[in-house]
């Protein structure tokens, strides 16, 4: 019997990483599913003094944006109120979604959602070392999973 293995095991402290093959990074339900994950994580599992709190909001604010790229304008839920405004990339996409538009009106949705997905993966890189999309493999008709990297 073939046994199917993985590299590095998951970092149990990040329960919504690695994520599921079937996440389309250019689908904004796909993003929202994954905002609502890591916005009850940091909440209720994370301790606001910790660093991990910090990248988890900056991985918070990278998924609200993938999800509503009008932000600040448009329609977008509320956010709990632990999660502040603040963080490198929250502060620039405000930065240059300023009076004279926002980044959706400088390049294509497409070209945004692309920029989005390879910050997200750059930033989760930071606390999660092991590669960041599952996948099932399948041998000798047993499901076993291993990790693929797609960043």
Known sequence: ?????????PDDRIPFLPLPLTLNSCNRENWKSLLKEIETWLVLEVDPESPLWAWGCDIFWLAFIGTYLYFPRGKWLKWDSQVLLQGTFI?????????????????GTDEVLDHIWAEFCMHAALFYPSPLISSDCLQDNKACSSYVSVC
């Open 1 to 9: 019997m073939s046994d199917c293995s993985f590299a590095s095991p």
């Open 91 to 107: 502060e620039a996409w405000l930065d240059q979604s300023g009076a004279e538009g926002s980044w959706i009106g400088v390049q």
